[in-house]
């Protein structure tokens, strides 16, 4: 289990790539992360899906170069939509329900519930 793997590389820096450049880049980080650095490739990916506004107040004042960005934030989040609908092995968790962050409960029942239903490859 990792927090951040390959997929925050793409959506944080793919971020800061131009958009018809990115697709080459993803190409590029997958072959420098999966066959140069030898890291596995993951099974399974669950995206929290969380509000960059809210992910920020999240935070409190510890925040980084791009948690303090939310221009930053709100371009990493649509590419982490986007590698969602095009891997299968992606789950999204929207962890915000009317303006606010579910409960904690609620939004772990929602991970539990795809652990119960993923079959490792």
């Not at 590389?9 to 030898?38: I, Q």
């Not at 969602?84 to 939004?107: F, R, T």
Request: aromatic share 8%; hydrophobic share 35%.
């Amino acid at each position: 289990i990792a927090n951040r793997y390959v997929s925050a590389s793409k959506a944080h820096l793919g971020a800061n790539v131009p958009e018809d450049e990115r697709k080459d880049f993803f190409k590029w980080l997958d072959n420098l992360e999966y066959k140069t650095n030898g890291i596995p490739k993951e099974d399974l990916t669950i995206l929290l899906k969380v509000d960059p506004k809210i992910g920020q107040k999240n935070l409190g004042d510890t925040k980084d170069i791009h948690e303090s960005n939310l221009k930053h934030l709100t371009q990493a989040g649509k590419i982490y939509l986007q590698l969602a609908k095009s891997n299968s092995n992606w789950y999204v968790v929207d962890c915000i329900k009317a303006g606010k962050m579910k409960p904690k409960e609620e939004i772990h029942k929602k991970i539990m519930e795809i652990f119960g239903c993923y079959k490792l490859p």
